[in-house]
């Protein structure tokens, strides 16, 4: 069995742990080793919608998001411009209550330096030509919203971690993790690693690999769902919509395709046993959405729809930074659905920390809102609660 030392060993090569060891690379803290029992983006990133949008709920999350979108923008630019598409963000309501949400909201994302602007019925079918707005919804509009192909993002930052000398140890079986001597020592396959600190960034398996070492976090996988369909005519980019009544989003896909989902059940599932294949009930209800709201995609062919599974918190913020009472241990994980968008962002933050050892009152302090700290004690049961929630703008802990 072969041996190797490492400064960080990232446990995750989705899209935030490949970011992650990019940005720690890019900082000189080495060296770094990612280890994955498959392949970069296999896990939740290969299945994410890849909607980048600052139309979000506070002000951490809307600077997040900017900094994960100029990141993309960047790098897509230098290695695949096809992974990167500024394409406009659209999402409208009908219900009083999702209206005065949406109302409250523009004030509060403009004073956040967001681009956003309110969007009467004549302009906002003028937006979404192919749908049917007679009940007068109300709709927010971010012009400078993007998408990203989460996959091809993933593996951008994997080999500029690779170029910067960071070891990829891929589809190798897990065997253990634990705290032995001063240091994290992992085992897979025949190779045994020792890591002076270990980030655990393994999206839905995160759950299980805290509480295999003795450091449980409230973690809830949740399962997803998604289809890409082939509209018959159409632009080949459009700006990605949501109707918030429905629970719909939709987004341009690759080849004049599109991406809709959400198809969210809000139950714990085990990430290695629950249903890939997506529910009758969820294309069923996509076929309803597009007949009566967006009519020019009525006759779409499904090309194929399925599963996935998403990592939620209690109250609905991701989990970046130590791990309460572990030795040099920290989390990336908890995204809610929402890790694309704060990927890039919340891996140039925790590698700045990392880069202090931990220490940096600055680099803390640009992670509070979401420091595993805030929770103490063994970890009880909850109900995950993801989703384009426009609320708790006025949170104090922002």
Known sequence: MSSASAEVL??????AGCALAYHLARRRVVPVVIFDPRTPGAGATGRAAGIVTEQLWNRWDVDVTRESKEQYAALSARWDRTAYTVNGFVRWASGAEAQGVLSSAVGRLRSWGVQVEALPP???IERVPWGRFDDAPHAVWSPTDAVVTPSAMAEIYAEGARRAGVEFLLGMPWRSLRYVDGAWELTAGARTVRAKRAVVAAGAWSKELLRSVGHPLPLAPYRTQAAVLRPSHGPTIFPSVHD????VYARPEANGRLLAGDGTRLVEVDPETFQTGADESFVTHLAETFADRLPGWADAE????WAGV???TPDRRPLIGPVPEAPSLYAMVGFNGFGVMRAGGVADRLAALLAT???GDAERERLRPVLPERFRGPPAPFVPRPGFTLDAGDDPRF
């Open 122 to 124: 004549d302009r906002l």
């Open 357 to 359: 050892g931990g220490d």
């Open 310 to 312: 998403c990592t939620s």
């Open 244 to 247: 918030i009544d429905v629970d």
């Open 302 to 305: 499904l090309v194929r729809a």
């Open 10 to 15: 990232v446990l995750g090569a989705g899209i």
